[in-house]
């Protein structure tokens, strides 16, 4: 899993992983993101803004997943949410239980034990428009999240 992200937009499903696939969205969105773990991601605060509920998400925000009874920040499930009408949440990860890149409702990956509960949620804040790549984007079919 050292596919470089602009590379894991060509083919998602070969040699990533739920890091890389986000590093690679948030970064074609025109935004900076280091290649940060899950720990790394949660403890943030120059790169990311945290936010407080599902209520309050926006498409392009990082969620992170995990067991209901996990301690701790280390080795959580990343993807990235798409907000949609109706209060209807999708999340886009590099699913390996279903064995590849996915767009799911998250109330359905959800119902995974890996995946049960919300670690946290944070929203990529430094722009880097010399990352903006909307053709990666639309080469993996999310033309929807060019912003």
Not at 3 to 29: D, H, K, Y
Not at 60 to 79: A, N, P
Not at 129 to 145: Q, S, T
Request: proline letters at 10%.
């Amino acid at each position: 899993d050292t596919t470089p992200p602009p590379e894991v937009l060509l083919s998602p499903n070969e040699g990533s992983n739920c890091e890389l696939l986000v590093q690679a969205i948030v970064g074609a969105r025109g935004f900076e993101l280091p290649p940060f773990r899950s720990s790394d991601l949660y403890e943030d605060q120059l790169y990311t803004a945290p936010i407080p509920a599902l209520s309050k998400v926006q498409t392009g925000d990082i969620i992170g997943l995990t067991k209901r009874d996990k301690k701790g920040f280390w080795g959580i499930h990343m993807g990235i949410l798409v907000a949609g009408q109706n209060g209807e949440i999708r999340i886009i990860h590099n699913a390996r239980h279903q064995g590849a890149a996915r767009i799911q409702s998250l109330s359905v990956a959800m119902q995974y034990p890996e995946h049960e509960k919300p670690a946290w949620i944070k929203r990529p804040i430094i722009p880097n428009p010399g990352k903006f790549d909307p053709e990666g984007l639309r080469n993996i079919g999310l033309d929807f999240l060019i912003p």
